[in-house]
């Protein structure tokens, strides 16, 4: 709470288009579950940080008192135990943030041999999206995906596919998306940041498509 006091501090006479996110993927790194969905514990712990966030930012004052403000699950998770347990905040303006890489077979380069986006991988997008619209938006709380992308493993056509389906199914559903670039080309990278230019811009230009 001393960290988010003085985050509060410094910045509480910014316009509202600045966003605070409490945590980001706040876990138990390499506990047993730190990556599906935590134990009852840890997602309770989570909630009572995520209040305390809150209501540090609301009390220092200036624009922070309307200021929006993102909360996340359980290292960000998706899965049902993670999401359902999140206890929102008592305050009118956050959003909740998601990350969702599904699916993981065609997104990690862990596993190098699933190249292709299938009609399964389509279904398990759209299984997540619905869930996720369920719960948030259908009750009128704002939800966004944080995190998404799928890592090179020189399938260009596979990959744009992907990346121009999720952001249309999410949008269908009133849920901005948000891509995972980590600068690497033969990763998650789209972006190169040394001279301005796309890596591949048939992946770009179906992104902007996709949204139109």
């Not at 200036?62 to 403000?69: D, Q």
């Amino acid at each position: 709470m001393k960290i988010w006091e003085q985050i509060a501090e410094r910045f509480r006479d910014y316009d509202t288009k600045l966003l605070f996110e409490g945590m980001n993927e706040p876990r138990v790194v390499g506990s047993t579950y730190e990556w599906s969905g935590g134990t009852a514990e840890e997602r309770e712990v989570i909630n009572r940080l995520l209040q305390a966030f809150v209501d540090t930012v609301r009390a220092s004052g200036g624009n922070n008192t309307a200021r929006t403000l993102i909360v996340t699950t359980h290292a960000a998770s998706i899965t049902g135990e993670a999401v359902k347990d999140l206890e929102l905040p008592d305050d009118g303006n956050l959003i909740v943030s998601i990350h969702s890489y599904a699916p993981w077979k065609f997104t990690t380069l862990e596993y190098p041999e699933e190249t292709d986006f299938t009609d399964s991988g389509k279904a398990e997008i759209d299984k997540g999206l619905d869930f996720l619209y369920g719960m948030f938006v259908y009750n009128g709380i704002p939800v966004f995906i944080c995190e998404f992308g799928a890592e090179n493993k020189d399938n260009a056509d596979e990959r744009a596919e992907y990346y121009s389906y999720y952001v249309e199914a999410a949008a269908e559903r009133g849920i901005p998306c948000f891509i995972w670039d980590n600068g690497k080309k033969d990763g998650f990278g789209l972006l190169n940041r040394q001279d301005c230019t796309w890596y591949d811009s048939t992946i770009i230009e179906g992104m902007m498509a996709a949204v139109e």
